[in-house]
């Protein structure tokens, strides 16, 4: 099985309101059916954005069951992306205790200049990826396999500067000079949270 995250963004906003139900429930199917691993919206975004991680056998399935998604059927996704992601740091599995009081979640991507030899850091990186995790502060990392010099991290952090703060001292950020780009996520549909209510 692989991992694809998808983002959406949706500029019709009438038209995802009429169709919201419909993806909803769409949406809970495929993660009952275990082809969905974990969906939200950006929080805060200035365009209507949602990222998707589906757990499929390959981008044929992939696109057959984003192409039946309500919000595609309609003509509401406004414009999209899709990389096969690698998780090489944690997983995407349901952790065996809560989340710390107070987590909010950040979508965190990296871009490395084409070509850049991350060779020299890869060590350092893997200490400070590998800190995170047991520090609960990430729960997911990898690259995306179709453009190696990008990549994902879900951080399950307090607050946007913290979430900052550890891109910006990733060996790849703060050795390489990578770009980043992080944003606010509410992952209400899935199943790779544990929250202590």
Excluded: C
């Excluded at 399935?61 to 090489?88: F, G, M």
């Amino acid at each position: 099985m692989q991992y694809y995250v998808v983002t959406f963004t949706h500029t019709r906003i009438f038209g995802w309101l009429v169709y919201l139900y419909a993806h909803i429930k769409y949406l809970k199917k495929l993660i009952k059916e275990g082809k969905l691993q974990i969906s939200g919206p950006g929080v805060g975004t200035p365009v209507r954005s949602a990222q998707l991680v589906f757990k499929v056998t390959d981008r044929d399935e992939l696109d057959k069951l984003v192409e039946a998604d309500p919000y595609s059927i309609h003509d509401l996704v406004a414009s999209s992306t899709v990389n096969l992601w690698d998780v090489k740091y944690s997983s995407m599995l349901k952790p065996t205790t809560p989340d710390r009081k107070g987590t909010k979640y950040f979508r965190a991507t990296f871009d490395l200049k084409d070509g850049t030899d991350t060779s020299n850091v890869e060590q350092e990186r893997d200490i400070y990826l590998k800190k995170l995790i047991s520090e609960k502060k990430m729960r997911a990392s990898g690259i995306y396999v179709n453009r190696p010099s990008s990549g994902l991290s879900i951080l399950s952090v307090a607050n946007a500067g913290e979430a900052e703060h550890i891109m910006k001292n990733d060996p790849y950020v703060a050795k390489l000079g990578a770009s980043f780009q992080v944003i606010q996520w509410d992952p209400r549909f899935g199943d790779f949270i544990f929250k202590d209510k």
